[in-house]
């Protein structure tokens, strides 16, 4: 079998050696006499995947003794409406730094629960760059921002000092390279990027947060219901969870989050160089400063070229290189997974492409 060389944004490629491993695993796990996916969720075997999962997690981001790691469903997007359920009220404001289409969604739902503002936003110049901000709020619930945005292609470079928690919406560009998980209050990400399939959600939570906590919301959207729990409150998906852990085993042999940072940058590097070597007939969305190491996006001169490009792609098995629906051009996600080879050969096919209109 051709593996397809996959630039998906979400879900996106997985490392082949854990899909081999899943494989060789799918039918008797550890001896049990059948797949992890029949286990009961209160069984030891299971237990043992899940404290594993956790424990690599923590391991790998350093993420220190006064955080919780919940692993949740509903996606990065219940996360959305979840934080502001729990921390935002009619009292307290929520500050937003703007930088696409996911960061207006979650202000959307933050706004269902509190008052809000946006405190730096790059919206007028659709989104191409990360805006700084002149002035750190010193009150309010939280500082909510979007580390890297998976539609525009941008990504923070740095995070701000701040006095109100930071949330954190890692969903494209977690554990990608290493960050200090304590500038947070929170940090979530669905997992169908770089953390396994999709169906788990992780959530980071600084354990005083939990005092904070609205009274009046349903016990199974409650932070503190599923720590008390260890997300073990109603059944939790077993398969992802377990495809999280061998994704972390994955990680920690390529030689962790610095190596793989390393990585990232080398494939990004590749793919920038394509664009910025090309005489504008690669135009790159973000603007250089804010560029994404995930989410490489550009436009060519015209649709029916983008068209071409993408196709002429795909018979060289290349896949997933369209751009979102809401802006077009292309984009190639190039998560943990995508290699350095199959960068190489993108690069490659965006010089001979352009070089053969
Ligand atoms: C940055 C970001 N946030 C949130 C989401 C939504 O995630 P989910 O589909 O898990 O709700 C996505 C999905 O692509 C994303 O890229």
């Not at 424990?55 to 993420?63: D, F, G, R, S, Y």
């Not at 890692?170 to 554990?175: A, H, V």
């Not at 788990?200 to 354990?207: A, C, R």
Request: hydrophobic share 40%; proline share 3%.
């Amino acid at each position: 079998m051709i593996r397809t060389t996959n630039f998906n944004a979400g879900p996106a490629a997985l490392p082949l050696e854990v899909l081999q491993k899943a494989k060789d695993e799918f039918l008797d796990f550890n001896g049990a006499g059948m797949s992890v996916m029949e286990l009961s969720h209160r069984s030891k075997e299971y237990d043992a995947v899940h404290q594993h999962a956790k424990a690599l997690l923590k391991e790998l981001m350093e993420i220190p003794e006064d955080y919780e790691v919940l692993f949740l469903q509903g996606g990065a997007s219940l996360q959305f409406s979840m934080i502001p359920m729990n921390f935002l009220s009619k009292e307290k404001t929520a500050h937003f730094v703007m930088t696409g289409s996911w960061s207006e969604k979650a202000l959307a739902e933050a706004k269902l629960f509190g008052n809000t503002s946006i405190i730096a936003t790059s919206e007028t110049d659709t989104y191409r760059y990360i805006p700084c901000i002149s002035e750190v709020p010193s009150g309010g619930a939280y500082l909510h921002l979007t580390s890297n945005n998976t539609i525009f292609g941008t990504q923070w470079q740095q995070f701000p000092d701040c006095s109100i928690p930071i949330v954190a919406d890692m969903s494209s560009d977690i554990l990608s390279r290493p960050i200090d998980v304590s500038k947070f209050g929170i940090i979530y990400a669905g997992a169908q990027k770089n953390l396994g399939p999709s169906g788990v959600t992780v959530v980071i939570l600084k354990k005083e947060l939990l005092s904070q906590e609205n009274e009046q919301v349903a016990k199974i959207l409650k932070y503190s219901t599923h720590v008390k729990a260890d997300s073990l409150y109603n059944t939790p998906p077993t398969f992802a969870i377990y495809m999280l852990s061998l994704v972390l085993e994955w990680l920690k042999e390529q030689g962790g989050l610095s190596a793989i940072a390393q990585r990232n940058r080398k494939k990004a590097e590749m793919l920038y160089k394509a664009i910025d070597d090309s005489h504008g007939f690669y135009r790159g969305h973000a603007r250089t400063d804010s560029r994404s190491n995930m989410n490489v996006t550009f436009t060519l001169t015209n649709d029916e070229l983008t068209k071409s490009f993408i196709t002429k792609a795909k018979q060289e098995n290349m896949v997933g290189l369209g751009g979102h629906r809401s802006i077009g051009g292309c984009r190639a996600s190039i998560y943990n997974a995508v290699s350095i080879e199959d960068c190489e050969k993108l690069a490659s096919f965006m010089k001979h492409f352009r070089e053969s209109v």
